[in-house]
């Protein structure tokens, strides 16, 4: 259990850092600003950090979808071994 839990975290760090220095860089042109992280939204008094949250958004698809793709693996092999 404690190697799974380190190993999601190295993996967790792999994605961010993936996600931060190849795809962004790719969206950041359609972020107006240029700046994806600091891209707002200015609503009177109210300012929505949405870039932030983007790249947040985006971590958090890839990981699930890793995640996703593992369990279906392992699944898919203890059935095999049960047979």
């Given at each position: 259990?404690?190697?799974?839990?380190i190993i999601g975290i190295?993996?967790?760090a792999?994605?961010?850092s993936f996600v931060d220095n190849v795809i962004m860089p790719i969206i950041t042109p359609f972020i107006?600003?240029?700046?994806?992280?600091t891209a707002t939204v200015d609503l009177?008094?109210?300012?929505i950090s949405w870039g932030a949250f983007l790249g947040e958004?985006?971590?958090f698809i890839?990981?699930?979808?890793?995640?996703?793709?593992?369990a279906k693996k392992v699944l898919k092999e203890e059935k095999v071994e049960k047979r």
């Open positions: 259990m404690a190697i799974a839990f190295a993996s967790t792999l994605i961010k107006p600003g240029g700046a994806w992280r009177g008094p109210i300012v958004l985006i971590n890839i990981i699930a979808f890793v995640v996703f793709i593992i």
